[in-house]
């Protein structure tokens, strides 16, 4: 999953042989574009600038078709500077552009000073040229019931999968082939030839934190600071990986039920959190039959709650919808909730288009249907909250018109120290993907964010995360302890019910998760 408890599953393995390490490429006569930086700033990031590069289509034909990328940059301060820090927030299909001003407001600014925070919409996204639109209003509400109880059910679903892959093929066939992530890390080297920068350090959340792995296993020598948060598991892309996300979405969602038992004061919904679970899934029932508003079917009530899986921030708004739900039957509270936190993606569709060109073409996935139905129905037995919601967001990739790749083995060797960042309760990306990439990335430094349930930890306001990120950052100092992470923080406080105190207390935290992408 795209845009983001981690114990509960490992993601499995891939079959012996499976990886493989792809070749740098030798360096080719091609002049290296000049970048022209322009103000582009907005009231919140007044000192971003903005670019665009050209980069290859298919970089093993570099006089050939051009791709544009479109980058930002929040400049170096300080008299002396540490080169340029490239950011990403996930996605796959995450634009980057305002990300660097965060990032660069968000650090101390003596560290922040002395780098160029580097932002970018990675190929095929946002701002770049081409963007890619598969189906427009694919994900227009009210959408079929994601649990197909009947046949039905499981043909208009496998319908619109595949009817988006076959889209995705009559109008970006002479790109598809090119939008993965080994081609997204050529254009990351790209970017830094067009810096003029030796070497770049880059920071990547969620799906990030892959494509900054393969980015170091293809180019190790050009890394000057690594930072991966909310790490992926590199041994499970990424069918495994999304089967392992529903067990850790299903626990994320039980946290939500247990959260809101807490506070029945509030709420009303009793103290027991399995009879709140309950009333949950009889009112997803409820809206399967009649959807709140016209809008807020079994489907979008699933959509409005798998965000509260990445950020407990979002849980009092998400409790209030719910109570007002069972309480008075008032469906405006639940579709305001969808309107604001549903994870879909906008009219253009350009996110979902990405996620899927680059997931389905990164590695294989099943092509028998029958190997999916049975997998998710596994699942769904233990954790039905979002098994099939998650299921249906990737079916695309059973039928995708492009072959897959083979994943990329990151485990590297040649790197400066790394540091990486994981909550032990992450859903979007479970613990053990932080515990791997510690494993395959020599030398690197784990720091665990103890119970903490958020995908995307640092610049969230935890300062003991922050205070390893700002020292890392300014002099490559990493903790190094004895166990399987070299330092623990204690996780951030949980959300109180929404009160003015409460609200003020999460607006860095609100500001990240706003741009960090759904579903990984």
Request: charged share 20%; hydrophobic share 40%.
């Amino acid at each position: 999953m795209r845009h983001r408890a981690a114990v509960l599953c490992a993601a499995a393995a891939m079959v012996a042989g499976s990886v493989t390490t792809v070749p740098v490429r030798a360096a080719t006569t091609v002049p290296v574009p000049k970048l022209s930086w322009r103000k582009c700033g907005t009231g919140d990031h007044p000192r971003l600038q903005c670019a665009s590069l050209k980069v290859p289509l298919d970089h093993a034909d570099p006089s050939g078709r051009q791709l544009t990328l479109a980058l930002s940059r929040v400049p170096h301060t300080a008299k002396t500077s540490q080169g340029p820090l490239l950011v990403n927030p996930g996605g796959p299909g995450g634009s980057g552009l305002t990300l660097a001003g965060f990032v660069a407001s968000a650090l101390p600014a003596k560290v922040a000073s002395r780098y160029d925070v580097i932002g970018f919409d990675p190929r095929g996204v946002g701002a770049g040229d081409p963007a890619l639109t598969c189906a427009p209003g694919h994900f227009a509400a009210v959408r079929p019931d994601t649990v197909p109880a009947t046949p039905a059910l499981e043909r208009a679903n496998l319908e619109r999968a595949r009817s988006f892959a076959a889209a995705c093929g009559r109008t970006h066939a002479d790109v598809l082939p090119y939008i993965d992530t080994v081609n997204t890390v050529r254009d990351l080297d790209s970017v830094r030839q067009a810096l003029g920068a030796p070497r770049i350090s880059y920071f990547g959340y969620s799906y990030g934190t892959y494509l900054g792995a393969v980015y170091a296993k293809l180019y190790p020598r050009r890394v000057h600071r690594l930072v991966l948060d909310s790490i992926v598991d590199p041994t499970g892309v990424w069918y495994e990986d999304n089967l392992g996300q529903d067990y850790a979405f299903d626990g994320r969602h039980r946290a939500l039920m247990a959260w809101i038992a807490r506070y029945d004061a509030t709420y009303g919904l009793g103290g027991d959190p399995a009879r709140i679970e309950a009333a949950w899934y009889a009112m997803r029932a409820a809206l399967a039959r009649t959807p709140a508003g016209g809008k807020v079917g079994a489907t979008e009530l699933e959509d409005t709650f798998v965000p509260g899986g990445y950020y407990n921030g979002y849980w009092p708004y998400l409790a209030e919808a719910f109570a007002a739900y069972v309480h008075h039957k008032d469906t405006g509270p639940l579709v305001q909730a969808y309107e604001h936190f549903a994870a879909v993606d906008a009219p253009g569709d350009n996110g979902y288009s990405v996620y899927t060109s680059v997931q389905c073409r990164d590695a294989p996935w099943p092509r028998t249907w029958d190997r999916w139905r049975a997998d998710t129905w596994k699942v769904h037995a233990k954790a039905p909250f979002m098994a099939w919601n998650n299921t249906w967001y990737n079916a695309p990739c059973a039928f995708w018109p492009v072959a897959a790749r083979r994943p990329v083995d990151i485990t590297n060797a040649e790197l400066p120290p790394a540091l990486l960042f994981q909550a032990t309760d992450d859903a979007a990306t479970p613990y053990s993907g932080g515990v791997t990439v510690h494993r395959l990335l020599a030398g690197s430094s784990l720091v665990v964010e103890e119970g903490g349930g958020n995908h995307g930890i640092t610049l969230s306001g935890n300062a003991c995360l922050d205070g390893y990120l700002a020292a890392y950052l300014a002099d490559g100092t990493v903790p190094r302890g004895g166990g399987p992470a070299d330092a623990v923080c204690a996780k951030s406080p949980d959300p109180e019910p929404l009160t003015t105190k409460a609200a003020s207390t999460s607006s860095r935290s609100s500001a990240l998760h706003s741009l960090l992408g759904f579903r990984r």
